[in-house]
């Protein structure tokens, strides 16, 4: 099960540096663009004080969005070098009317 996400994923993920994996399920198959699954795969913050992080608590960030295939060296790239963050990609894709990361 990946964390927060509600998916299980049915492979032992050994890499400590991977952050994301990209899915093609059954929902890439049906829509015309073909939008991957991205899952964050990075640890959550299970021992948050929520005296202090009340915030994440209540609202924890998105662990999954769509993209199509095109975007994913962007995603990956830039989640790698730490440019950006999987929550930036998410609340891209939920800005777009079909809830997919196109690109900025």
């Known amino acids: 099960m990946i964390a927060g996400s509600g998916r299980d994923v049915p492979w032992g993920l ?3 540096d991977l952050s994301v994996v990209f899915v093609a399920d059954g929902v890439t198959m049906r829509s015309p663009h073909r939008a991957l699954l991205a899952l964050d ?5 299970e021992d948050l004080d929520p005296e202090y992080y009340q915030e994440l608590v209540d609202a924890p960030p998105p662990r999954e969005f769509r993209t199509v295939p095109a975007g994913v ?3 990956h790239a830039n989640l790698s070098i730490a440019n950006m963050d999987f929550e930036e990609y ?3 894709a939920l800005a777009d009317p079909e809830g ?3 690109s900025f």
């Open 41 to 45: 795969l990075g640890a959550e913050d």
């Open 73 to 75: 060296h962007d995603v």
């Open 14 to 16: 050994g890499d400590e």
């Open 100 to 102: 997919v990361f196109r």
């Open 90 to 92: 998410a609340h891209q």
